[in-house]
């Protein structure tokens, strides 16, 4: 096996299936980042191949070479539904939910970071560079540099980095620390995140912290630079606008405002089923508004896409039942036979029936208590090449920092919520395509390739960055 002088390592691989029924491109939109790098170097790309138990050698898909790491069902209940997704997840997104601290699932989490660490090892050629993606793979960049000093190692943290009163929660909040300083370049989504980590760092190794590093100091007593910096994740804005101009989407978008009986105005959320996107206060206060009689069934329906997702981690369960009990004494107590007030669909949908709903929508919320980017908000921005349609945004998901000038709401008072969504609902046409324009414009101007091409730079940068 030949060896890559680029490697991705993602919890996930790039694509969807198995070695019987075939593989499928998986529809994120990092795939959509990378793509150019992989084909133009010699790429390939660890992760899980999505199932359990599953052994499947390297293989080639669509020029880049994937690299499965098998994972027991054991691994995937302690180390991805375990620490990453019931102790990383709710600790880093404020603690919505409580964190399970547990030395298993601790265990399991160095022992599978290894394994993916290993991978990257072999998978990469001298000299080369690695690119260590999010939060379940965090130990990997000080296991890596540890095994191949040779390497450039880059990481990306997709989702929030708490602050450090937080943080400090963590039984092992040295070593999580230490594997991410393991990089040459340690990428957040806002400013602030990368703030808080730096703080953490100095507060549990008092290293230095300057905007051009963390000196971090190496076993033979010299020290090395560690760049820790905002690059605000975006997506493939010119896929979004092909298909906002596509007459069967168009088309689409018109039959599903029919098939809600054509009420006056669409408002729509669409998210994983995840306790951090505040799809409960969402629903509280539309639910509120049509009980004050402020808005009627007869005119609005809110249409909630809510996707499956880590249906067996308990929160999860339990985030679902709540959530199907809201959405069905809403409607029971206000639909009428023609009109409903919540369209509720646990599902998930392909792109292109993802922009024939942000065509229909008149409104799209987007009220999560914390999120790292969250790029529903700026799929649904670049949809709307008519400039028409209200964003409703939360400050605390990270695309308020770029999109300030959506209908900014704190989603935790619900008073303020439910005036925004009135304030949407109301707002004129020149007002919506004043703000729809610049909102458009920085989504445009910052699309996901000048992300993964600012954060290369910066890590082929940090390659001859003094020490
Ligand atoms: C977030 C994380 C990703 C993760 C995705 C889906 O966006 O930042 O790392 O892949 O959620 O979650 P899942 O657990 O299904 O991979």
Redesign the pocket.
Known sequence: MTAASFVVV???LPVDGDPDGGWRRSP?GLVTALEPVMHSTEGAWVGWPGKPDIEVDPFDFEGTRLIPVSLSAEDIELY?EGF??DTIWPLYHDVIAAPRYSRPLWEAYVRVNRRFAEAAATAADEGGTVWV????LQLVPAMLREARPDLTIGYFH??PFPAYGLYSQLPWRRQVLEGLLGADVIGFQRVADAGNFARAVRRLFHYETKASGIRVPQPDGSTRLALARAFPISIDAAAYIELAGRDDIKARAREIREGLGNPAQVLLGVD?LDYTKGIGHRLKAFGELLAEGRLSVEDVTLVQVASP??ERVETYAHLRDEIELTVGRTNGDFDTVGHTAIRYLHQAFPREEMVALFLAADVMLVTALRD?MNLVAKEYVASRTDNQGVLVLSEFAGAHDELSRALTVNPHDIEGLKDAIVRAIEMPPAEQRRRMRSLRRRVLDHDVKDWSRDFLDALAASRGAAS
Request: aromatic content about 12%.
């Open positions: 993602a919890n996930r994120g991805y990453s997704n993606q999010d939060y379940q997709h989702i994983r997702s880590r790292g």
